[in-house]
Protein backbone atom coordinates (compact mmCIF):
# COMPACT_ATOMS: atom_id res chain seq x y z
CA UNK A 1 0.00 0.00 0.00
CA UNK A 2 3.07 2.39 0.87
CA UNK A 3 4.94 0.97 -2.62
CA UNK A 4 4.13 0.29 -6.36
CA UNK A 5 6.59 -1.14 -8.52
CA UNK A 6 7.64 0.57 -11.44
CA UNK A 7 7.47 -1.77 -14.88
CA UNK A 8 10.67 0.29 -16.05
CA UNK A 9 13.32 -1.22 -13.88
CA UNK A 10 10.76 -3.76 -11.53
CA UNK A 11 11.58 -2.02 -8.52
CA UNK A 12 9.59 -1.06 -5.53
CA UNK A 13 9.49 2.33 -4.97
CA UNK A 14 7.78 3.88 -2.02
CA UNK A 15 5.58 6.55 -2.18
CA UNK A 16 7.32 8.53 -0.11
CA UNK A 17 10.19 8.43 -2.28
CA UNK A 18 8.49 9.11 -5.20
CA UNK A 19 6.50 12.29 -3.91
CA UNK A 20 10.57 13.51 -2.94
CA UNK A 21 11.33 13.03 -6.76
CA UNK A 22 8.71 14.99 -7.33
CA UNK A 23 9.40 18.24 -5.26
CA UNK A 24 12.86 17.83 -7.16
CA UNK A 25 11.36 18.27 -10.68
CA UNK A 26 11.96 14.64 -11.58
CA UNK A 27 8.12 14.53 -12.53
CA UNK A 28 7.12 11.65 -15.28
CA UNK A 29 10.15 9.81 -14.47
CA UNK A 30 11.23 6.64 -12.62
CA UNK A 31 12.60 7.77 -9.43
CA UNK A 32 15.21 4.54 -9.15
CA UNK A 33 15.75 4.40 -12.96
CA UNK A 34 15.18 7.67 -14.94
CA UNK A 35 13.32 6.13 -17.31
CA UNK A 36 10.13 8.60 -18.91
CA UNK A 37 6.84 6.78 -17.84
CA UNK A 38 3.89 6.19 -19.76
CA UNK A 39 0.57 5.68 -19.80
CA UNK A 40 0.60 3.99 -22.74
CA UNK A 41 -0.36 0.26 -22.54
CA UNK A 42 1.62 -0.87 -25.55
CA UNK A 43 4.40 0.56 -24.14
CA UNK A 44 3.99 -1.00 -20.74
CA UNK A 45 3.25 -4.50 -21.96
CA UNK A 46 6.36 -3.81 -23.98
CA UNK A 47 8.51 -2.76 -20.78
CA UNK A 48 7.11 -6.01 -18.53
CA UNK A 49 7.61 -8.03 -21.72
CA UNK A 50 11.50 -7.32 -22.16
CA UNK A 51 12.17 -7.64 -18.25
CA UNK A 52 10.12 -11.31 -18.74
CA UNK A 53 12.74 -11.81 -21.63
CA UNK A 54 15.89 -11.29 -19.31
CA UNK A 55 14.01 -13.51 -16.83
CA UNK A 56 13.55 -10.87 -14.12
CA UNK A 57 11.09 -13.00 -11.23
CA UNK A 58 9.24 -9.99 -10.27
CA UNK A 59 7.99 -9.18 -13.72
CA UNK A 60 7.39 -12.60 -14.87
CA UNK A 61 4.52 -12.45 -11.41
CA UNK A 62 3.41 -9.00 -12.50
CA UNK A 63 3.19 -10.33 -15.83
CA UNK A 64 1.24 -13.25 -14.88
CA UNK A 65 -0.90 -11.20 -12.54
CA UNK A 66 -1.61 -8.97 -16.07
CA UNK A 67 -3.01 -12.06 -17.68
CA UNK A 68 -5.03 -13.66 -14.67
CA UNK A 69 -6.96 -10.18 -14.26
CA UNK A 70 -7.06 -9.23 -17.80
CA UNK A 71 -5.40 -5.95 -17.65
CA UNK A 72 -3.73 -3.46 -20.63
CA UNK A 73 -5.94 -4.89 -23.13
CA UNK A 74 -4.30 -8.60 -22.59
CA UNK A 75 -7.11 -11.31 -22.61
CA UNK A 76 -8.19 -12.69 -19.19
CA UNK A 77 -5.99 -16.03 -19.72
CA UNK A 78 -5.81 -18.18 -16.38
CA UNK A 79 -3.92 -20.97 -17.72
CA UNK A 80 -1.31 -18.40 -19.29
CA UNK A 81 -1.19 -16.71 -15.67
CA UNK A 82 -0.09 -19.98 -14.17
CA UNK A 83 2.06 -20.68 -16.91
CA UNK A 84 4.03 -17.68 -15.89
CA UNK A 85 3.83 -18.24 -12.36
CA UNK A 86 5.25 -22.19 -12.39
Not at 4 to 19: E, T
Not at 21 to 32: E, I, T
Not at 46 to 73: F, N, Q, S, T
Amino acid sequence: QHSKINVCCMKRVCKGCILAAHRRGMNNVCSFCRTPMTNDDALLLAMIRKRVHKKDADAIKVLGDWYYHGKLGLAKDVSRAIELWT
